[in-house]
């Protein structure tokens, strides 16, 4: 049987082999042009320049003091409407340039899996890909001779069973495993309790809007019935002097 230790280090060995082997899919893709990061940054140099011209043209051909004011503030508005319409053109065309380059970016993908180097890369790729298949089996093996259950094989699991008897906490593996399921579920009603928190500060958050919704509304309607009181009052009171 293999004890605590040695299957901790063989949990360790077959995370470090999933990165790997997680990294070789990746790097046997194909790179083309990084659309998103294209885009984005030419979406934020374009708007800083649209709203910089605007604003510019916004104080050149702002009304002379002499203008009044409500010509000013339809002048301004209009502006910012232009502005807002520029960006929104803008955004479009980048939308549709951005459909034009994931285009580009399948036929580059294509041209290069046809590549001599990308097809020995591919080559290589798979080769330590069965490299890391094998070793990865051969850990399993390993591994299912562990005294640790299978459903407790772990990393955080099987650490913190070993901690439990190095520290003393516990004399058998048994123990430990018990231990682990009260830590576990002492962290599950933590966590519930976070989230009852959670939703009752969402629940008491809506009641008070709601309650001051209710306020606006009632102050709405005495200020509307006083308004109506005052106007039946004034129109009782001209009527002493028809």
Not at 109 to 133: A, G, H, P, V, W
Request: charged residues 25%; proline residues 1%.
């Amino acid at each position: 049987m293999i004890g605590v230790e040695e299957t901790y280090n063989i949990l360790v060995k077959k995370n470090k082999i999933e990165n790997k082997y997680n990294q070789l899919i990746a790097s046997g893709k194909p790179k083309g042009i990084n659309i998103i990061l294209v885009l984005v940054v030419v979406f934020s140099i374009g708007c800083i320049a649209i709203t910089g011209l605007w604003i510019i043209e916004i104080i050149k051909h702002y009304p002379t003091y002499n203008t009044s004011i409500f010509t000013k503030i339809g002048t301004t508005v209009m502006e910012i409407i232009l502005m807002v319409v520029t960006l929104v053109v803008y955004a479009v065309i980048l939308l549709i340039v951005g459909i034009i380059l994931k285009i580009i970016n399948v036929f580059i993908c294509f041209f290069i899996r046809k590549t001599d180097s990308y097809k020995q890369k591919l080559t290589n790729i798979n080769k330590e890909k069965e490299s890391l298949e094998i070793e990865y089996q051969r850990l399993n093996t390993l591994l299912s001779e562990s005294i640790i259950p299978h459903e407790y094989r772990r990393v955080d699991a099987v650490e913190f069973i070993g901690k439990c008897i190095n520290q003393g906490r516990a004399h058998t593996i048994g123990d430990a495993i018990n231990l682990y399921i009260s830590e576990c579920q002492h962290y599950q009603r933590l966590e519930a309790m976070r989230e009852n928190q959670r939703i009752n500060e969402q629940k008491q958050h809506a009641y008070e809007k709601e309650i001051n919704t209710l306020k606006k509304e009632v102050i709405k309607a005495n200020r509307t019935a006083r308004e109506a009181k005052s106007t039946a009052s004034l129109v009782k009171i001209r009527s002493f002097f028809k």
